[in-house]
């Protein structure tokens, strides 16, 4: 099992929609996770940590689940300037982190 | 804001070419990554360095060597480049292990 597996997508939904991506990691021992967005050849940027009791940022939600081992990010009313590739990070502890191999949104008009 | 730099965009060298990649942060970050990135393999780590001077073995690090004479700075050398090092070169500062990672921009580097 991969230590951390994403859905590669691509999600396509029209504009104004609801979309939900999940994370699953397999060390439970984890310890801080992050969702980072992607556009077509540039950096991963830092989109929002995610903290136990979730937090919100916005038209973003993020949600941790300990018990299941899997992050989630909701995006509300998408915009066509969310399209990107949505990259999930687990850190294990110092030096070891973790990132998926990403989920590739598509906002359509 | 934290502010990583990576010396080029774009960099195009011949086969068997030694190759410097140069990465600063300004952000006083005790940990620094190099990875690469290709499609459909994700990111993959290179080389990591923790503090001056010390460097640890990331999942990739045949043919790249790794530099960290100062804290602000972070090298990554392809010793006799190839073409199958043709790839995207990412940069990353981190201040303690629990917090997030910051990149550069990026450096596309061509081996032909």
């Known amino acids: 099992r991969k230590e951390v597996e994403q859905d590669p997508g691509p999600f396509n939904v029209p504009e104004g929609a609801t979309v939900a991506f999940n994370c699953t990691y397999s060390n439970s021992a984890s310890q801080s996770f992050f969702w980072y967005r992607q556009d077509c050849r540039k950096e991963p940027k830092l989109l929002m940590s995610v903290y136990s009791s979730g937090n919100e940022d916005g038209r973003f939600t993020a949600q941790l689940n300990r018990a299941s081992q899997y992050i989630s990010l909701l995006i509300r009313d998408s915009k066509l300037s969310d399209s990107a590739t949505y990259l999930c990070?687990?850190?294990?502890?110092?030096?070891?982190?973790?990132f998926g191999t990403g989920t590739k949104l598509q906002v359509i008009p | 804001d934290v502010k990583v730099t990576q010396s080029s965009r774009y960099l195009v060298k011949r086969t068997g070419e030694k190759v410097f990649l140069e990465c600063v942060q300004d952000m006083d970050h005790e940990n620094m990554f190099w990875y690469r990135q290709d499609p459909g393999l994700g990111l993959r780590l290179i080389y990591f360095?923790?503090?001056?001077?010390?460097?640890e073995k990331g999942d990739i690090p045949e043919g790249y060597s790794v530099s960290r004479e100062k804290k602000e700075r972070f090298s990554l050398i392809l010793e006799s480049a190839s073409t199958n090092q043709t790839s995207m070169y990412l940069c990353?500062?981190?201040?303690?292990?629990?917090?997030?990672?910051?990149f550069g921009d990026g450096t596309r580097l061509s081996i032909l």
């Open positions: 360095s923790y503090d001056v001077k010390m460097k």
């Open positions: 990353a500062s981190q201040g303690t292990g629990d917090q997030p990672q910051h």
């Open positions: 990070v687990v850190n294990l502890g110092p030096q070891k982190v973790t």
